[in-house]
């Protein structure tokens, strides 16, 4: 089912991992229009404002709500900040998220960092290949792909290898 909506962008003060986050929120009478019945990530495809977005993960927050997460380059192509109204179009988005092929291929060569990778849930693998597949240039994405592998073999997740950079 296709739900259009409009809302407004949020962003989240002191929140853990979450802090700084802008998002949006997406109710559970919505959310469940969505994807009956589930309570955990789900993936979605559609439009914000002229937007297109595609494999983008609602959260649950909790109660049967989500939070869509709208990241720098997403409120740069919007021209949105927090507090600014926008027009949402979202379906259940089913199509196999893929994972950086080169990502994979140094991932064969550590049989660690590999195990670590394949024990992740596939929306978890995909901010890897996502924060990869957004370098600009071919020596930023070697050397993510290069950082991904070591921290993997050291059992780090995402978030903390992003931690360990800082």
């Keep these: 089912m296709k739900l259009a909506f409009e809302t407004r962008l949020l962003k989240f003060g002191k929140m853990g991992e979450k802090t700084g986050w802008t ?3 997406i109710p559970a009478a919505l959310a469940h229009k ?3 019945a589930t309570k955990k ?6 439009k914000i404002d002229k937007m ?4 983008s993960s609602l959260l649950p927050i909790g109660d049967g709500n989500y939070i869509l997460p709208v990241n720098g380059a997403m409120r ?5 900040k927090n507090g600014d109204k926008i027009q949402v179009v979202l379906q259940l988005d089913k199509e196999e998220i893929k994972i950086n092929s080169l990502l994979l291929d140094c991932l064969a060569d550590e049989p660690e960092a590999l195990k ?7 929306s978890h693998q995909k901010y890897y290949s996502k924060w990869i597949e957004s370098a600009k240039t071919e ?3 070697i050397k ?3 950082l991904a592998v070591s921290t993997l073999a050291q059992k780090m997740n995402y978030s903390e290898m992003i931690q360990s950079q800082q």
């Design 116 to 122: 670590q990778f394949n024990a992740m849930p596939k």
């Design 139 to 141: 020596p930023t994405k």
């Design 144 to 146: 993510r792909i290069a």
């Design 76 to 80: 740069k192509t919007l021209n949105k």
């Design 23 to 25: 998002y949006f929120n």
């Design 34 to 36: 969505i994807a009956p």
């Design 41 to 46: 990530s789900f993936r979605v495809k559609g």
């Design 52 to 55: 297109e977005i595609r494999q």
